[in-house]
């Protein structure tokens, strides 16, 4: 499965987002634009990201840019599983 699906399937299920997480494509602006998505949504979707792609975020990498849209989650998280 291509990381942005499984990413729109970890942003659907951690801020119960249903049906809605299927439209989004890499385009989708997510901090400031999803109500579902505040600071403490972060701080979840984070770890089901760590979880879902068994790799660790650190405290440093978690910027605005990273959150900016689902394709900059997805290419955040497709370079984590590079390194």
């Known amino acids: ?7 729109k399937m970890v942003l659907r299920d951690t ?3 249903g049906d809605r ?6 385009s989708t ?7 579902e998505l505040d600071s403490m949504a972060v701080v979840a979707l984070i770890t089901a990201i760590e979880e879902r792609f068994d790799l660790i975020v650190e405290d440093d990498e978690i910027t605005a840019e990273v959150f ?16």
């Open 1 to 7: 499965m291509a990381t942005i699906e499984e990413i």
């Open 29 to 35: 602006p997510l901090f400031g634009s999803l109500p």
């Open 68 to 83: 900016e849209t689902v394709g900059s989650l997805s290419d955040f998280v497709e370079r984590k599983l590079a390194s």
């Open 15 to 17: 801020l119960q987002l």
């Open 21 to 26: 997480a299927s439209t989004f494509d890499a």
